[in-house]
């Protein structure tokens, strides 16, 4: 078992090996919190909690890190136009990712720091870096001199003028050369500030990774995170500053997730083509999107379309099928296998190779349908349900599934109406009263509410 991974420090694919034997640490930018995630916001948080969960397998130590971005010029704004409190911005809205990334069937990391929490950090940092020559005061901001890094541009092999129009400079009749970014930013009266060696100010985006990332990590760690966006120039950036300052080289493996696109367009909250998770969760099952987004390898665009969300929906209700089936023929709860199947765990050593797993994942349910004996669906659930924990599905109890329906939909009963008919029906039937019981049942399939008759008394889900 030898996880190979797509090294976007070296453009190749490479054999993971840690710094340290047993130990793992891994930094992936998370959110601003201003406002609800996207369902493009989820896809790193997805891709990442996959790589998390074979880390975890792997290795007895990982040290999963997501930062929160909780200072930013658009909470700022956010917060003027609102009318509310940056900090109660911030916690609604971060409490709802946790809830959001949880209903997507995330782990949550080992460590969530938030910016505001590392600002004497950042101002240590940027100390360090105008003592090493690497920054400069202008006008009380503090740039990043980035002729002053020899390798400055290494990660996203870019030249000095796309590095120049990328980084969308406005020319600053304060900064030396166009390219140099800002690491400290004066700040007025009604914007938030720290005091500073360079007066009251806040700090640039990219510096509070850098200095997140070596409290919790240290000044060389494994692996960094993030959207392909993100590699020019928030990436370049902490590379820059964070190798200037600690003297030593920063991130071994860079793991980069493609965008998630709608009508081949990356979805973004400027275009304004955005879905948010919480709206996505009302029309379709939590695990149904996670299977979505992962049914195309991570470093490949994925087109958003209700088709994909169907049919990793069907193949859902045919593994849970199976499940269930499985567990009927036992007459108990199967638990999932000791090891992840091979063919899985080979796939997702593959750089990650989540198609290929969730292909083989249909070979074992065929295997376990095609055998023609109810024997075979036993292991068959065992093994789905061990490579269903490897990409975070097949999670529930299959009448959970099975019991999930659309939020706000009114024209369907609750679970609580349900269950009270399937009472009134039970009464009915020892009263032998068949005729009132067939018309309970009868009430319930016209609202798509299918009952199973069984040893253990009577089961229902939604059709
Ligand atoms: P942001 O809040 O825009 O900084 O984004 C948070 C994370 O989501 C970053 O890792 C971005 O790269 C990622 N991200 C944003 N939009 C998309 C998208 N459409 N597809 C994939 N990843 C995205
Ligand atoms: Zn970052």
Known sequence: MVLVLHNGATGKREEFVPLRHDAVGMYVCGPTVYDYAHIGNARPVIVFDVLYRLLKRRYAHVHYVRNITDVDDKISNRAREAGEPIGAITARTTAAFHED????????PDAEPRATAHIANMIAMIGRLIERGFAYVAEGHVLFSVSAKADYGKLSNRSRDEMVAGARVDVAPYKRDPADFTLWKPSTGDQPGWDSPWGRGRPGWHIECSAMSLAELGKTFDIHGGGRDLVFPHHENEVAQSEAA?????????????????????MSKSLGNFVVVRDALRKAPGEALRLNMLSTHYRAPIDWTDEGIARARQALDRWYGLIEKAEAHWGRAIAPADHVPEAVEAALDDDLNTPKAIAEMHAIANEGFGAGTEDALVPAAAKLKAAGAALGILSQEPHQWFRWQPAGDASGPTDDEIETLIEARKTARKARNFAEADRIRDELAAQGVILEDGPQGTKWKRA
């Open 101 to 108: 990334m949880a209903a997507l069937g995330s782990l949550p």
């Open 246 to 266: 600690n003297g030593a080289p920063f991130v071994r493996y860079w793991v980069h997730n493609g965008f998630l696109t709608v009508n081949g367009e990356k």
